[in-house]
């Protein structure tokens, strides 16, 4: 393990403490963007150290957050507005992904780090609902200001494997876990409610990753210091393919609730988003999503330990238990 410090951007968001408390559990010492709403045990750890950083995307010396980091973590970006569709969209996640990370990686090259670690997302190749199976090799262009702008920051990390730094974009599918935003909040929501589900013939296939093996997955990644090499684009999941069917049955068994759910004709799906304005939506539920982790899983000999299903029940029973106590 290197004794160096890992400098984390991104440290208080969804997948960010997932990161920050697996890799203290490993024993690293870490380098955090000032935050005024982090855990109290993270404020009175020895091993973490908060510096005052600003937005990424302001042109700014990061000197100060970069002394004596080995690897970076860059966790941070913009994945929600309030309507993507909006004028200004691809301007503002233009700024705070792409922007923000070629700042970030202009500082990390001149600091002489080792590795840069880049969360991206499968967004930036493909949309939420395809009909094949996604590799490394996948080409594609991207659907959303969001993609578009996840797509020019990793454009943004790979110039550091020229410079000898290990230089890895990571893109997971919908993340897993009971605070998570987005899709996976609505179906968390969706199943909390209790009521009968039109689900039960959504045969489906889509990839997902929990935020455990995905905080595992950089753990492991900063436990070595792997060959420039292996530097690129990764597509990483948890292995295994869930219907919507399968989903809701694990977050309600999770709740401590029976699946119920209805028989309805997938067909109906379709003719619902088409009629409402919201076929992406649809698809998102309904289509496949297939990805394809072997190759990050092979180059780096990494298996995660916490199978989805039980991932997902997890999920269910956090956010159960949230909804009881008052706290959704």
């Not at 493909?126 to 969001?146: H, K, R």
């Amino acid at each position: 393990m290197s004794a160096k410090r890992l400098l984390v951007t991104g440290a208080n968001g969804f997948i960010g403490r997932h990161v920050v408390t697996r890799l203290l559990e490993d024993g690293h010492s870490l380098t955090l963007g000032e935050s005024a709403s982090y855990p109290s045990g993270w404020r009175e750890n020895p091993r973490i150290r908060i510096v005052a950083l600003k937005r990424l995307e302001c042109d700014q010396k990061l000197d100060h957050a970069l002394q004596d980091v080995g690897k970076v973590i860059h966790l941070a970006g913009l994945a929600h507005i309030a309507r993507s569709d909006r004028d200004d969209a691809d301007e503002e996640f233009h700024k705070a992904n792409a922007v923000a990370t070629a700042n970030l990686v202009t500082a990390a090259e001149g600091a002489q780090i080792d590795s840069f670690i880049n969360l991206s997302s499968l967004a930036a190749i493909v949309d939420n609902s395809v009909a094949y199976t996604i590799t490394d090799d996948t080409q594609g262009e991207p659907t959303t200001a969001y993609g578009r702008s996840k797509l020019e920051a990793e454009k943004h990390v790979g110039r550091l494997a020229r410079s000898g730094i290990l230089a890895v974009s990571l893109r997971p599918p919908l993340v897993v876990g009971a605070a998570a935003k987005g899709n996976w909040a609505g179906l968390q929501k969706l199943a909390a409610s209790g009521i009968p589900l039109p689900f039960a013939s959504i045969r489906n296939a889509r990839s997902f990753i929990s935020a455990h093996s995905l905080a595992e997955a950089v753990s492991h990644l900063c436990r070595s210091t792997w060959p420039k090499e292996l530097s690129g684009r990764y597509c990483l999941a948890d292995p295994g393919f869930l219907s919507l069917r399968d989903v809701v049955e694990e977050l309600r068994a999770g709740m401590g609730m029976g699946a119920r759910l209805l028989p309805c004709p997938a067909t109906v799906f379709g003719w619902l988003g088409a009629a409402t304005g919201r076929r992406r939506q649809m698809a998102g539920l309904t289509g496949d999503l297939k990805v394809d982790p072997s190759r990050f899983i092979e180059r780096f000999r990494f298996s995660p330990s916490l199978p989805i299903r039980e991932a997902i029940r997890r999920s269910g029973e956090e956010y159960g238990r949230q909804v009881r106590g008052g706290n959704i």
